[in-house]
């Protein structure tokens, strides 16, 4: 593992750098208890917690997480900064085909 990479925020630096290489923009979000940043590329959405390698959400987390997935948004966990981009990739051509097939525009 490289230097440092047991760390929340080396894998949150490389996932932002490989999202903004890819199109996506992002904002830090510094509410406790919130996830630590929103993707967003034209119409898809993301939450992303980011925590060390092995570390679980903190309860806090875990109730915002779901929260937000029972209002119909995406949440992922993190541990690994190249998890990001497939996520990302995945949701792009979710949302591309729901337009394609008449979905709605919000």
Known sequence: MTL????????????????????????????????????????AYLWVEFKAPGKPLRPQQGYRARQLERQGERVLRIDDWAALLPALEKIEREERIGLDRGGAAG
């Open 4 to 43: 440092g990479a047991d760390r929340e925020s080396f894998h949150e630096g490389k996932a932002c750098q490989t999202a903004a290489r890819a199109g996506w923009d992002n904002i830090k979000v510094l509410k406790r208890g919130w996830p630590d940043r929103l993707f967003w590329k034209n119409r």
